[in-house]
């Protein structure tokens, strides 16, 4: 599975911009997608995942209620809506992909997307 993030850029504090991971290749399901997000000096994070069917969902705790991630199977696309965006959101946002049901570690996903800049500024 070949996966395309892209809708990163800059945007101010308080603002909400949406990113996208055009996915394509491989077996057309079921896959979960989740975003994570690495900012300067500091580890990879996770943000959220969806599963397959795109009813079920996990956030972490730093972007509840701000975040929400959707995904489009007809057009093979995954979005996340980030709100209320922070300086702290600042990162660089990957989507990754694995077979079957979502996970939050990293370490369990198996494709990966090569990332888009989100930069916050106040």
């Known amino acids: 599975v070949q996966l395309q993030a892209s809708g990163g850029g800059l945007v101010q504090v308080g603002g909400s911009l949406r990113v996208s991971c055009a996915a394509s290749?491989?077996?057309?399901?079921?896959?979960?997608v989740g975003w994570f997000r690495q900012a300067p000096g500091k580890e990879r994070e996770f943000p959220a995942a969806?599963?397959?069917?795109?009813?079920?969902?996990i956030y972490g705790d730093s972007v509840k209620g701000r975040f929400a991630i959707s995904r489009d199977n007809s057009n093979n696309t995954i979005y996340l809506q980030m709100n209320s965006l922070r300086s702290e959101d600042t990162a660089i946002y990957y989507c990754a992909s694995r077979w079957g049901n979502w996970r939050t570690r990293q370490s369990e996903y198996d494709y990966w997307g090569q990332g888009a800049l989100v930069t916050v500024s106040s």
């Open positions: 290749g491989g077996r057309s399901g079921p896959y979960a």
């Open positions: 969806v599963d397959w069917s795109g009813r079920h969902t």
